[in-house]
């Protein structure tokens, strides 16, 4: 499909032999652009570049399919990808002109929405995306207060020696987060008088109760295969859809992850967590919030027992459940908006009910 607009054409990209000029102009090797974009394996991805009158690739705009549950059905999305401009073409709606073709092919491909992420806030609001800045909710809940002190002065100790220079230039990444979050966390429990032991001898007695804990391969598609029904059946927002296909490019950049079901008589809730470092552990994806919040303090003894000290949830803000389910949970919470998100949508929708964190596995 080619499209011509003032001195630039676009194209949506079907055919595999234009990868070495690809390349040429967005190096992130030939295998990668093959991978993403010209794979049997994921029809749905295409790429819209634009051409300078000789011909020359001057800008690439990439759409990559994935699959959300929403709100309990199998959804196609797209996640942006490759945003690349020359010099030559800044400035003058490329840009833009790219996102218009690219959301026409996502409404004829019945594409719920187009996600991402990126600094460029003004550009892509500028494109037609809404922009969502801060919109992630961070909250910690502890289960070894001495563990988290211990934590926090050896933070502090490292900031004072290596990284104190680079905090005075802005130079931030996103461990600086957790570690502030951690921070903020151990003095909101000193505040509290938290008394973590007598928790932990409380939930000894708690009766009827099942909790296992395994770290998991994404390749392990023996394990993976049991999860999808565990997950798949929520019908109360927008999540990942768990499957194969899934678990295998996300294990790319996640090797492992590791899955702890929490079940108190007939009562089951479902995680599955991101190792932060050790001892601190992220949730990626439960199969139910509001029955996490019910058992989770019942199961301190277990999770310190296996090696978790501090588990920490990061959700949407705009999530009314968020607002619902933490005024009850013991434990500090902070609104951070470290990352922006970027949403075309071509469906009724509402920021509330994305699952953020979850999809930011995609980003």
């Not at 040429?24 to 993403?36: M, Y």
């Not at 032991?197 to 009766?207: A, M, S, V, Y």
């Not at 007939?266 to 470092?277: A, P, R, S, W």
Request: glycine share 4%; hydrophobic share 35%; aromatic share 14%.
């Amino acid at each position: 499909m080619v499209k011509k607009s003032d001195t630039f054409e676009y194209r949506i990209e079907t055919n595999q032999k234009v990868i070495p000029k690809l390349d040429q102009f967005n190096k992130i090797g030939t295998k990668n652009w093959k991978k993403e974009y010209f794979n049997s394996a994921f029809p749905d991805s295409f790429l819209v570049t634009a051409r300078n009158p000789d011909g020359e690739i001057v800008g690439t705009q990439g759409f990559m399919s994935f699959y959300l549950n929403n709100f309990g059905q199998k959804a196609l999305v797209h996640k942006s990808e490759r945003t690349l401009l020359s010099p030559e073409c800044r400035g003058k709606g490329v840009f833009k002109r790219q996102v218009e073709i690219g959301k026409n092919h996502l409404i004829n491909q019945g594409s719920l929405f187009c996600f991402g992420c990126s600094d460029a806030r003004k550009a892509f609001s500028a494109a037609g995306f809404d922009v969502y800045y801060p919109y992630r909710f961070h909250e910690i809940y502890s289960i070894s207060l001495f563990w988290s002190v211990i934590k926090c002065l050896r933070y502090t100790v490292g900031y004072l020696v290596k990284d104190l220079k680079r905090l005075y230039k802005k130079q931030l990444n996103i461990d600086d987060l957790y570690k502030y979050i951690l921070l903020m966390h151990v003095i909101a429990c000193f505040k509290k008088r938290l008394d973590v032991k007598n928790k932990i001898t409380k939930t000894l007695k708690t009766k009827n109760k099942s909790f296992r804990f395994k770290k998991f391969s994404l390749t392990d598609k023996s394990f993976t295969k049991g999860l999808v029904s565990k997950f798949n059946k929520r019908n109360d927002g927008i999540y990942l859809w768990l499957d194969e296909e899934l678990f295998s490019r996300l294990a790319e950049n996640f090797p492992f992850f590791y899955h702890i079901s929490l079940q108190i008589e007939d009562i089951t809730c479902e995680l599955v967590l991101e190792k932060i470092d050790n001892g601190y552990f992220k949730i990626v994806a439960c199969s139910d919030y509001k029955i996490y919040y019910k058992l989770i303090e019942m199961f301190n003894y277990e999770l310190k027992e296996n090696g978790i000290c501090e588990l920490m949830t990061i959700r949407n803000k705009e999530c009314v459940s968020v607002k619902e389910n933490c005024s009850n949970h013991k434990n500090f919470t902070r609104h951070s908006g470290f990352g922006t998100f970027f949403l075309i949508e071509n469906s009724p929708l509402k920021l509330r009910d994305l699952e953020v964190e979850e999809i930011w596995l995609l980003l």
